[in-house]
């Protein structure tokens, strides 16, 4: 199963990283497949190696599992 949306969000927004969610992107109610929004903008040369531990940590940190 893995965690929610709004858990993996919780956890981003605690490593000071912004994320977006699919759940409220899908034009029909249902069931659908859990995901995650990266990169509408780019962090400098210099913040990117620091945004990509976040986002390590944050998947980490949850216990994301790959199906």
């Known amino acids: 199963q893995g ?3 709004q858990e993996v969000l919780n956890r981003a927004t605690a490593y000071g990283l912004g994320l977006g969610e699919l759940g409220s992107h899908w034009h029909e109610s249902g069931d659908h497949e ?16 620091a945004a990509l531990d ?7 940190a949850v216990e994301v599992v790959r199906p």
Not at 34 to 49: E, K, Q
Not at 54 to 60: E, G
């Open 34 to 49: 859990r995901g995650l929004i990266v990169g509408y903008g780019t962090p400098s040369n210099s913040a990117y190696p």
């Open 54 to 60: 976040a986002l390590a940590n944050t998947l980490r």
């Open 3 to 5: 965690p929610t949306e």
